[in-house]
């Protein structure tokens, strides 16, 4: 059984920077695309980046191209998120997830995702 668990999520300043984990377990996860994807109150679910597992490729939203940098450390099974120059509007619940089909793309629907983590709160004040 996958399990995601995230964490570093928080209250930050405009401006200030967070790095969200994304710990994985239960699988290999050779070839699995691991993507981070974002709930704002009252809006739908967004894309914010994919990785490949193996190859190292990634896919980013547009909203935050040239800030967020996602990464993974295979030694440690986690996936990381690391995001720059926060901004209000990307105040949400950052949730981990994890598809294991070996796509020869990465996905950037939320129906492409097989196993999600349970989320981590992310508040940027102006």
């Known amino acids: 059984q996958v399990q995601l668990v995230e964490s570093g999520g928080g209250l930050v300043q405009a401006g200030d920077s967070l790095r969200l984990s994304c710990a994985a377990s239960g699988r290999t996860f050779s070839n699995y695309g691991m993507g981070w994807f974002r709930q704002a109150p009252g809006k739908e679910r967004e894309f914010v980046a994919a990785?490949?597992?193996?190859?190292?490729?990634?896919l980013y939203g547009d909203s935050v191209k040239d800030r967020f940098i996602i990464s993974r450390d295979s030694a440690k099974n986690t996936v990381f998120l690391q995001m720059n120059s926060l901004k209000p509007e990307d105040t949400a619940v950052y949730s981990c997830?994890?598809?294991?089909?070996?796509?020869?793309?990465?996905?950037?629907?939320?129906?492409?995702?097989?196993?999600w983590g349970q989320g981590t709160q992310v508040t940027v004040s102006s």
């Open positions: 990785i490949n597992w193996s190859t190292g490729n990634t």
């Open positions: 997830a994890a598809d294991p089909l070996g796509r020869a793309h990465l996905g950037d629907t939320s129906a492409e995702y097989f196993y």
